[in-house]
């Protein structure tokens, strides 16, 4: 037998009456939702659909109203009604009946499913979805592989994040990957959308913060510092020479990890200057005689090593012909006697803290650090002459007063870092 109700609330549930046989209350208000009265004093919610592409109707019980509150039954309902509707049995789901299904369910199909996702919505970037999918998912997320998504607990995210206590940017990173992944089956009706055991960790402060002397290197001690194990004199470092150049190159420029390793000999405009296409601005980089020295010291390498000529990049790995990647395992080595690991942008941070130090003028400051204002001449004529010159003294101005740090220097006769680089 079943009976119609108007409304649904808890007055309505508790003065539900039993009888000798079973019988189910259908809701105007809630397509699909029932509630099962049982003649013994159990009252229960289920979902009564058919699946979108056929078969037989499907009877899901959720749980009693001792177990379930309306709002937590009305949840698990539109959840069934959204799997229906999909094509999916909540049964089979429910009951891990169907291992194909279940198979998909791990942690590992899950993540690649959300990392195609977010590429579909071109909300990743090809370079950003290579290294979540190839390093922080099947990497650093490795643990959680096989794992169902469903079993994942705040204990054994705890239990993974201390394991992984010796890289803890990366595993920042992978954590913020797993915290997206749950958010997005929870959109999907894969897991319920309150569960997400990365949360504790979040709220609790447990994640890592980076140090607030990540931000620059001190201009008195640490660059110093940081310039001689870049000069390495005893080769203790065994850096990649194109490596060094690359890092080199960001010191002395300010620009941009991305720009530098992405870097053709096609962006390169005689001995003037060097253009790099942004998406709201052009940015031109005067080529002083310290660029200078570095170009021809990469045109060196390259014609010592003639399997190398013909590259069209300036950085690149001379194993795979394609630009460098990670500069972190050469700017571990060059932080040795730092009580910090250097990052690309601090290095950017340094080169902006010695513009200000020089006193060159603000649009120059600007436009070196490819800034886009208001109004910027250089953005728009890239072949006055005049404005070129004039930016590429105060560069000059720049890298003077970085080569200042150097502590290796002999005045009189070496005065540059680029007289013993190169």
Known sequence: MIKVSDVLNPEFINAIEFEERPYFIKFKQYPGLRVKVNPKGRISFITYGRIHFGGS??????????ELSIDKALDKHFQCLKLLQQGLDPNLIKKSKSKQFTSSMNFLNVANDFIKDKIAKKEYSHNFATHS???LLNNK????????????SEEKVKAWYNQEKTTPAARHNAL???????SYAGTQNIVEKSLNPTSTIFKNGLSYQPKSKDVQLTLDNELPKFIYQMWDPLNTNKVDRLSRNAIYFMLFTGIKKSDVLNMKWSQISGNSYILIEKRSCRQMLPI????????????DHQSK??????????FFNINTGKPIN????TLVKYSNDLDWIVYPEAIRKTFAKVCDYSSIPREHFYQLLGIKKAYNP????????????????????VQDNIDKAAPMLIPGQLTKISDFIF
């Open 176 to 182: 913020r990957l797993m915290s997206s992944v749950f």
């Open 378 to 397: 250089y953005q728009s004529h890239p072949d006055n002459k005049d404005d070129i010159n004039q930016l590429k003294k105060s560069l000059i101005t």
């Open 141 to 152: 997320l490795k643990y959680f592989h096989k794992i169902n998504i469903a079993q994942i």
């Open 288 to 299: 002083t005689p310290s660029i200078e020295l570095l170009l021809k010291d990469i045109k």
């Open 305 to 314: 090593n003639k399997h190398l000529i013909g590259n069209e990049y300036l």
């Open 326 to 329: 990670n500069l972190r395992k």
């Open 133 to 135: 999918s190839k390093y």
């Open 57 to 66: 109707p499907r009877t899901i019980t959720h749980g009693t109203t001792n």
